[in-house]
């Protein structure tokens, strides 16, 4: 007789999980509590996340499908019945997504006379307007590509809209006219400079029209000789992989360049069309592409929702988020203080959107000038395109001090804009090491070295987000200024392994990532099971954007079952599923989607009363875990600890803008409970501390 089998551990699957995040967005646009065009904006989100899905998660799996039988069984789960599935959950998700935009987003619009008009909806006054606008602003920028036997392939860019004309009913005027033509022209979104275009107000009455429908009022101005002109959307999205071994052997820089334009070249991820293109132009359109029918995916009459990031404000700004000015820090000197002085004397916690990324470029400006100060080491992983910090050094360059910069090529989408940066610094002189053989430098680290009675004094900042003034602006990230030696040194050390490249360890303070962070994690969870199976109270509290990784679950459901209470914030993919029976009942989930985009990883462990805390740049993730340079920092300071407890429980506590694993508002069933909107309480909080614990800023 069989041995029963060991009950198998359940984890929710990772695309799935990514799905219902995306959802998380849509919910926000479908709130009639958020402001209306900031609901336009998660439309946008949306659709923006899960164009970025297409190119990258359903790509692999499509490349996945294709491999052999044998190959794919060792992959543990079907990757053809995954991308099914995941299939029809974002079919069931773009047919919410469009009911949203037509029965809520548009007729909102129109309360608030905002009018999206089509070309049909125009009055004779707005038509003639339009009509000279076409001549004018528009008719110049179009290329249109006849789709006939002289043209052997026709390439689409990847997430450019395209319009399909399809002409029929030719006027006679000429013998040989052809009965039917299909002509494909690129939107000129970029060359135009928006995909809107705002016509004439009329009173209180504002019009705001699609370029794409700009363009089919006036399409037959280009094709006279055709009675019947008929014009429709569609758009490609790429596999976005980057075709890169991950190594630095040879030239990197010429390995992501082409890479980059294998890229506008890969593999068809997505073809959305509109589901009124005539069935010729659709089979036209796949017989010059090459596209298959497993590629096509039906869409609706406009694509790249994304644009509406740049949908007009129209002035209206009673219905936008109301304007949060960044926050005075209440112990770093402002404007014209001196930024090394103050963290000499003590640590500094920066929280970002709330307070102002003008602090660290601030702090390398002020090194890039000071004499005192020797080298700068800093990490790059997504650079900003008009960067100020790669700005300030060049100047330190400049200046004759030592600068490494550690710039990750592979960052997903920004590669363009690293290898820029890159590429001037390299010029100026400083020393650019572009990532490490098999990993990506996913770490945000920067450290100073100042010459001072006659020893090198070292200054860093910690952070959980990018040197990127413009993500900073959005991004909810958490960073630490300090000169404290038991962190400094530490980071000296990682980036001494950027420069020898050899393995380090024993870090007594630091979690590094490949080296001991995942088996420091292990450690300390196994300490709360211990904490747990002797009667004391043991908890773990992770803030995350990602739970991914099977390991570190399985130790977290280990937790659960020994009776340590796990309370996980997790904004985007978790592969856990809380409150299973025998598995997971001490294991509570919710996940917080607002105004700002929750970034910062924090990890708490209740080390039996001596509460540990660390932030930082991983989330849970076997990529984060083994193959990338991630670095968790302890928050040493009491004061600045119990600053981000009280922080994150705010988040906890959040009953507005907070779901549950269901995706279920958190409080919204409870009539009688106090609003608590984490992100709004947050600014209040920074803003009372901003007044209450200002020092004369350090001379």
Known sequence: METPKKHQPVLLNRELSWLAFNRRVLQEAQNPAV???ERVKFLAIFSSNLDEYFKVRVATLRRLV???KKTRAKLGEDPGEQLKNLLEEVGRQQQEFGETFRESILPELQRQHIHLIADHDLSATQRAWVEQYFRDKVQDLLSPVLLDDNLHHLFLKDQTVYLTVYLTDPIKAKKHD???????????TKRHGSRFVQLPQEGDEHYVMFL??????????????????????LKLSRDAELDIQEEVSGNMMAKIKSSLQKRETGYPARLLYDPGMPKPVLKKVMQKTGIGKEELVEGSRYHNFRDFFGFPNLGLTELQYPELQPLPHPTLPRTGGKMLAAI??????????????DYVTRLIAEAAADAQVTSLQITLYRVAAKSEV????LKAVKNGKQVTVVVELKARFDEESNMFWAEKLQKAGANVIFGIPDLKVHSKLLLITRTEDEQNRLYAYFSTGNFNEQTSRIYADHGLFTAD???????????????????????EHLLVAPFELREQLTALIDREIKLAKHGKDAYIILKLN?????????????????GVRVELLIRGISCVIPQLAGQSENIQQRGLVDRYLEHARIYVFGNDGHEKVYVASSDWMARNLDRRVEVAFPILSDELRAEVRHLLDLQRRDNVKSRDFQNNYIGQDDPEAQPLRAQFETYEYLRKLSTRRRKPAAK
């Open 66 to 68: 294709k491999l052999k």
């Open 344 to 357: 000499a004397e003590r640590d500094h916690l920066l929280h970002l959107p709330y307070q102002s990324f």
């Open 390 to 393: 790669a700005k300030a050094l």
């Open 546 to 562: 990602a739970l991914q990784d099977e390991r570190m679950i399985l130790k977290l459901y280990e937790a659960s079952q020994a």
């Open 35 to 37: 402001p209306l065009l």
């Open 178 to 188: 052809d009965d039917e033509r299909v002509v494909v022209l690129e939107l000129p």
């Open 212 to 233: 794409d429908d700009v363009i089919r009022c006036c399409a037959h101005e280009l094709y006279p000789k055709y009675q019947r002109v008929q014009v429709h959307a």
């Open 485 to 507: 030696p038991r962190l400094t040194r530490e980071a000296a050390e990682v980036f001494r392994y950027f420069h020898d490249r050899q393995p380090k360890s024993g870090f």
